[in-house]
């Protein structure tokens, strides 16, 4: 498949290979679908994925680089994925945390390492925020947060602006343009499928060409609005926050359509250690896999506090 705005062939993502495990929650209020990668008797790491709404599919295969050492926990956050719910039914941002909470009992995880990616992370504050001031819920024993949402309504109205003008930009008009002439649509609807995903998530990336290594994934629109909403009309994760007392990483793509400010105004709060990447947008694991796996790496060696589970 040709990349985006530029001749030649680039490599579509690797397959994604099949989970060592995996099934459907039973103690959560609906069932969630999981699956695990790694080996089984390494320390446990709880991904995140992002959205609302979304799957954990697009994590993959890429982070799969962390199933070399830990067992990966994956699941479906309630809505997206394989994680079907009724089409009335309102999620909110209480909801994710709730869910959490039961799929960290179900697999009797006393004291999770999370790594939670974009909205991910947000959700792993939220729910380190819930554990803090509430007793019984699982404490997080550290946390990774890979280039996570929005943390004040302030930074989410600026990344909209942001997403919006690269949106509108000369390069990603000029890609959309090149693919209406293209005669792809009918000569080839899967390729054409493709590049119109990679064209949807193209502002994402520092290099829009890039977005063809990322998984191709869908939104649940209504889940994701819904979501949103029950932060509030100006939310302010933010000042919530203090040192959780568990080891924390935040990283950042320094051109991340999300303000770069937003991550570190929340590593101050948090105490916690923060890597920016250059050349880097919302996407690092595809755009500058090396260089986060080398920060995630140093970070869960340096605060192995291995939990048996």
Not at 36 to 65: F, I, K, T, W
Not at 255 to 262: G, Y
Not at 278 to 287: A, K, L, R, T
Request: charged share 20%.
């Amino acid at each position: 498949m040709s990349r985006l705005g530029s001749a030649g062939v680039s490599a579509s993502p690797e397959p994604i290979p099949p989970p060592k495990a995996s099934g459907f929650t039973t103690t959560t209020a609906v069932p969630l679908y999981w699956c695990s990668y790694g080996p089984e008797n390494a320390e446990r790491l709880l991904v995140l994925h992002g959205g609302p709404g979304a799957h954990h599919d697009y994590l993959l295969p890429q982070m799969l680089h962390l199933a070399e050492h830990y067992e990966l926990i994956f699941y479906d956050q309630r809505g997206g994925g394989r994680s079907r719910v009724d089409g009335s039914e309102r999620i909110t941002w209480e909801t994710n945390v709730a869910d959490l909470a039961s799929v960290l009992r179900e697999f009797s995880i006393a004291n999770p390492s999370i790594v939670g990616y974009s909205w991910g992370g947000m959700l792993a504050i939220l729910y380190t925020l819930q554990s803090m001031g509430e007793s019984g819920l699982p404490v997080p024993a550290r946390l990774a947060l890979i280039d996570p949402a929005p943390l004040t309504k302030h930074y989410r109205r600026e990344f909209e602006q942001e997403f919006a003008r690269r949106e509108n930009g000369l390069e990603i008009r000029k890609m959309r343009e090149t693919l209406a002439e293209s005669g792809l649509r009918q000569s080839d609807p899967d390729a054409y499928r493709q590049r119109t995903f990679e064209l949807a998530v193209a502002a994402y990336f520092a290099d829009p060409a890039r977005a063809s290594g990322l998984t191709p994934f869908r939104v649940s629109g209504r889940v994701q609005q819904s979501v949103w909403e029950s932060l509030g009309p100006e939310y302010d994760v933010l000042a919530q926050l203090s040192p959780p007392g568990c080891p924390t990483l935040f990283v950042h793509g320094r051109e991340d359509p999300i303000p770069m400010a937003s991550s570190q105004a929340g590593a101050r709060a948090m105490n916690a250690e923060l890597v920016l990447l250059d050349d880097c947008g919302h996407v690092p694991y595809v755009e500058q896999s090396g260089r986060l796996f080398a920060a995630l790496d140093e970070f869960l060696t340096g605060s192995d506090s291995r939990t048996r589970d």
